[in-house]
T-cell receptor, first 116, second 111 residues
């Protein structure tokens, strides 16, 4: 089945130690997103790629970076994780059809990040 | 930018009852309205969506209604079952914009 796959499901990292989360998709969607979700809150958009074009949200800290080497893969890099960065990180994809309508948002299962 | 308000934040029902979750949006240009179900420890799963050119869509026990004039849309779940218990998020987007989520509703279905 076509899907969005995130690895790992659980990640424990040390305070200040760089960490990378990965996402892959078999949907061939042209847009990929990274969301941060803290307990009992809605997902918060960090950034997204429209094809190779990177779009950063205004309030996303510089500590968060992303790479999209090809259509299928996208990475989230946290350069110096702090305790406040502990959260669920969700990858999602979507596609733009004719007329510019954005649809088909599909989420991965998420990576639960713990900072110790 | 778009602002999506979702109510209630918590909803408790008995098995077999209906559940209704309501959302309002601010941007009249929004034209796509998905609903997601998120179970504990999992990513959100799309359960139903509606575009602005229709007023209602139904899929078995789940239906969504859209009132463009009033800028609100609702999720209706009939004959609720314990496995419907989860957090439900509404969202809205327009054209090339990204999704804006509501704050979520925790639905608890008691046997």
């Amino acid at each position: 089945d076509a899907m969005v796959i995130q690895n790992p499901r659980y990640q424990v990292t040390q305070f200040g130690k760089p960490v990378t989360l990965s996402c892959s998709q078999t949907l061939n969607h042209n847009v990929m997103y990274w969301y941060q979700q803290k307990s009992s809150q809605a997902p918060k958009l960090l950034f997204h790629y429209y094809d190779k074009d990177f779009n950063n949200e205004a309030d996303t800290p510089d500590n968060f970076q992303s790479r999209r080497p090809n259509t299928s893969f996208c990475f989230l890099d946290i350069r110096s994780p702090g305790l406040g960065d502990a959260a669920m990180y969700l990858c999602a994809t979507s596609t733009h059809g004719t007329g510019g309508l954005n649809y088909g948002y599909t989420f991965g299962s998420g990576t639960r990040l713990t900072v110790v | 930018g778009e602002n999506v308000e979702q109510h209630p934040s918590t909803l408790s029902v008995q098995e077999g009852d209906s559940a209704v979750i309501k959302c309002t949006y601010s941007d009249s240009a929004s034209n796509y309205f998905p609903w997601y179900k998120q179970e504990l420890g999992k990513g959100p799963q799309l359960i139903i969506d509606i575009r602005s050119n229709v007023g209602e869509k139904k899929d078995q026990r789940i239906a969504v209604t859209l009132n463009k004039t009033a800028k609100h849309f609702s999720l209706h779940i009939t004959e609720t079952q314990p496995e419907d218990s989860a957090v439900y998020f509404c969202a809205a987007s327009s054209g090339y914009s990204t999704l804006t989520f509501g704050k979520g509703t925790m639905l608890l279905v008691s046997p």
